[in-house]
């Protein structure tokens, strides 16, 4: 073969060598990791008693990462938080070996700290245990936390095993918990590796993080005596929210020129008026001489501010406030707020009113032939006269009877009533219909109680409200079983709500921490009642705590 020919083989060959390499194919490799990393060695080894050192050492099968360091509860908790560092496949824990306990079984419970480096696969729930003493505890404290008024669990709370010998009636404000852990969705908790010793047992809602009870503004709740653990045990907490010990001014505001309001925080009877005695013909107090929680008003003839007394009974003092007036940009007419009907549905029974949003003149003459009833099902509506009064300074209510399950339509012309300052109202069109009997049902309920004391029964909607209830009290000498009507009840699913009322207040009462007081108990049937429209239904239930 000539020169000329060897050269033209070699260059053919090397065309379709480097033509097969440049050829585009699928990377082989195996299937995606989904293997969380494995403990191959601890220093010293976990469970191990006598320790007598300040640093952890965990080795793993693949490179690891601290994912959520803040999820690492350490029991007893340690004074100065420990340096956690992830290396390689190693994670070194370092913390101050003089504030370990003797004789004290320590737990790192990793809850979903620990993940390898690639995946993201984390050891779920992974912790390792030590003792400084010759032997590991054992006992275990379980229980679930239920919201003393709906029974409901309640996830996300702080618990904590309190020292014993601390002695202290403000124990949860003043002390952090030796032993902590938070409940899971369904409201259950677990502690593990605890000594045979006593403890208080506080739950707390720990809105800042700070394991500490702040007060009214959080949940709690507390294991009456003492547990003095010696076996496995199992406990039920009911959670609740404190009353405030003392009522005072939340919030000051006036949305809109002509009313004002004042929150409090929580329900209470008060006396309000000017700081100027002459201004209190210019103030008008809603539902006045009843106890709530927010004091709404109408004000007239009044620029810029007003200044304002506010007497909470029970408290000593009288609270002075100032209150910035928004400007008043009179229109020439007075829209309406509305009618009493909601979602434009009157109840059976329930007379139609017209709503305004400002302080009207009551005592002016209304101009009733300016207010209309039409209905194409009565009629006769069309033709009455319409009649009505003043039921507040702020709601004119017709007198003429309306028939159940008619459709009607409202109209309001202009300046049919005059505000205060004598502006008239806008024109308006409603419409509303009425209730019928028939569209409700009626359940009868036959409770049979397990205590002959007082009890408010509570029928609650899908929703959870409070639709209907009854108060009931029982003699020594009398039956512990009694028949409840609900009558004219929409249809819907319903459950009944039965509440211990030890001090027959007729409200359910929540607990006091300081005195160690319980919530009163809440007992919820199971038993779901299904009101179906036009029909009477029967269920008989046994209340048992």
């Not at 014993?164 to 590796?193: C, H, Q, V, W």
Request: charged content about 25%.
């Amino acid at each position: 073969m000539s020169r000329l020919s060897v050269q033209i083989l070699s260059g053919a060959l090397l065309v379709l060598l480097l033509t097969h390499c440049a050829q585009i194919g699928t990377l082989g490799g195996g299937p995606r990791d989904l293997e969380p990393p494995k403990l191959l060695e601890a220093i010293p080894k976990n469970k191990s008693v006598d320790i007598n050192t300040n640093t952890i050492l965990l080795r793993f099968d693949e490179f690891v990462q601290m994912k959520n360091p803040d999820q690492l509860v350490i029991t007893p908790r340690l004074k100065t938080a420990p340096e956690v560092v992830a290396e390689g496949k190693t994670i070194l824990i370092r913390f101050k070996q003089e504030e370990l306990m003797p004789s004290t079984t320590y737990r790192f419970l990793f809850g979903a700290c620990i993940a390898d480096m690639h995946e993201t696969n984390l050891i779920k729930d992974f912790e390792f245990v030590f003792s400084t003493g010759p032997q590991i505890d054992t006992l275990k404290l379980s229980g679930e936390i239920q919201d003393a008024s709906s029974n409901q669990p309640v996830g996300s709370v702080m618990v904590g095993l309190y020292d014993a010998n601390l002695r202290s009636d403000s124990m949860p404000y003043k002390y952090t918990p030796e032993y902590i852990t938070k409940t899971g969705a369904d409201g259950k908790f677990l502690f593990s590796y605890l000594p045979h010793r006593p403890f208080e047992i506080f739950a707390i809602s720990d809105n800042n993080k700070n394991n500490l009870y702040d007060g009214d503004v959080e949940k709690v709740s507390f294991y009456g005596p003492t547990m003095n653990l010696i076996s496995d045990t199992a406990i039920k907490l009911r959670m609740f929210q404190e009353e405030a010990p003392k009522t005072y001014i939340k919030k000051v505001s006036s949305p809109y020129f002509g009313f004002g309001q004042i929150v409090l925080n929580k329900k209470a009877r008060i006396k309000l008026d000017a700081l100027n005695a002459a201004q209190n013909r210019l103030l008008m107090e809603l539902n006045k001489d009843v106890e709530k929680d927010t004091i709404r008003f109408f004000y007239k003839g009044l620029n810029d501010t007003i200044a304002l007394k506010v007497k909470i009974a029970g408290n000593s003092k009288t609270d002075t406030l100032k209150m910035v007036l928004p400007r008043n940009n009179a229109k020439r007419k007075i829209k309406s707020s509305g009618t009493n009907a909601t979602l434009g549905i009157l109840e059976l029974n329930q007379k139609l009113q017209i709503n305004f949003p400002v302080w009207m003149d009551t005592t002016a003459t209304a101009r009733l032939k300016g207010i209309r009833l039409k209905s194409k099902d009565d009629t006769l509506i069309g033709k009455q006269n319409i009649t009505g009064k003043w039921v507040s300074v702020s709601a004119f209510e017709i007198s003429n009877s309306l028939k159940e399950g008619n459709t009607y339509i409202l109209q309001l012309d202009t300046a049919v009533f005059k505000d205060m300052s004598g502006l008239p109202n806008d024109s308006d069109l409603f419409t509303v219909k009425c209730r019928s009997k028939v569209e409700f049902g009626k359940a009868t309920v036959k409770l049979k109680l397990n205590k002959k004391q007082s009890y408010v029964v509570q029928l609650l909607n899908e929703q959870q409200k409070v639709t209907q209830q009854r108060f009931l009290s029982f003699a020594l000498s009398s039956s512990n079983a009694v028949t409840l009507d609900f009558t004219d009840v929409l249809p819907g699913n319903y459950t009944l709500k039965v509440i211990y009322d030890n001090n027959e207040n007729k409200k359910w009462d929540g607990g006091d921490l300081l005195f160690k007081k319980l919530p009163e108990q809440v007992f919820i049937s199971q038993k779901q009642l299904k009101v179906l429209a036009d029909w009477e239904i029967e269920e008989e239930i046994l209340v048992k705590e």
